[in-house]
């Protein structure tokens, strides 16, 4: 009976692995897929981050439930852990550049704080593959991009500091030819920084918001033989032409 049950959890867990193996595989390719899509219009975008939003959290939560099974079979590391939240983060701040709701820059904010306070690159930089480095310097830059939209300039000297850091090491460890980008990331994120004190719009550094809208009083008249109603938003494009402008995506 013992070893007939040794049999039966054998199977078990490599199904366990088989499954994790195919979201994975999954995620990544509808991941990748994204790419494709066109960078504004065209509703059919909502289709595909739906279904791989669905893929990334089925994968999330199938990771938690069988950690202990993935970490001795498969072989799951950390910082594979923290790519799948980073991942998740990156699905969550494209959402939000297409719909503009801050929702969704939130919840990217939380995914990317998780990856910090849980440490999941931390063993990164005791592994000699200057690829799994790049991933946590790229996820150090999103990061910072979502807690300057978000107004969290505190964080983002500290992680701009720990950004630093972290090039630094990393040039002197693999001897890149990527380091003039990385100083250039540092340099943009440092204007950044030093422009934001020049709109700052009241003493206590509260958000302001200002609305646009026209009044029904105020709204130009329609042409002839149009109806109210039959007039639909298509598509914006917000263009910017100031001197030492400077702007994220």
């Known amino acids: 009976i013992a070893v007939v049950l040794l ?4 199977r ?5 692995v088989t499954d994790f193996c195919y979201l994975l595989d999954k995620s990544k390719q509808l991941f990748n897929g994204l790419r494709d899509l066109p960078q504004y219009g065209h509703k059919q975008w909502q289709s595909y981050f739906g279904r791989t939003f669905d893929v990334y959290t089925k994968l999330w939560k199938f990771q938690q439930q069988h950690r202990q099974i993935l970490d001795s079979r498969y072989g799951l590391k950390r910082w594979q852990i923290g790519e799948v939240a980073s991942k998740i983060g990156q699905l969550y701040y494209h959402y939000y550049l297409r719909t503009s709701e801050t929702s969704y820059l939130n919840e990217a904010f939380s995914f990317y704080s998780a ?4 440490s999941y690159y931390f063993q990164v930089n005791k592994e000699d593959r200057p690829e799994l480095v790049v991933k946590k310097l790229r996820y150090y830059a999103r990061y910072i991009v979502v807690c300057l939209l978000l107004n969290k300039m505190d964080l983002v000297k500290v992680l701009v500091q720990e950004l630093s850091e972290e090039i630094e090491d990393y040039t002197q460890r693999f001897n890149t030819e990527d380091q003039l980008e990385w100083n ?3 340099q943009e994120v440092a204007a950044f920084v ?3 004190p020049v709109v700052v719009l009241n003493d206590n550094n509260s958000v302001v918001v200002f609305s646009n809208r026209m009044l029904e009083g105020s709204a130009p008249p329609l042409e002839q033989g149009m109806v109210v109603g039959q007039l639909i938003l298509a598509d914006a494009l917000i263009i910017g032409n100031c001197n030492n402008q400077v702007l994220t995506d």
């Open 7 to 10: 049999f039966i959890d054998a």
């Open 12 to 16: 078990c867990e490599k199904k366990t």
């Open 115 to 118: 990856i910090r306070q849980r």
């Open 184 to 186: 250039l990331v540092l």
């Open 194 to 196: 030093e422009a934001d």
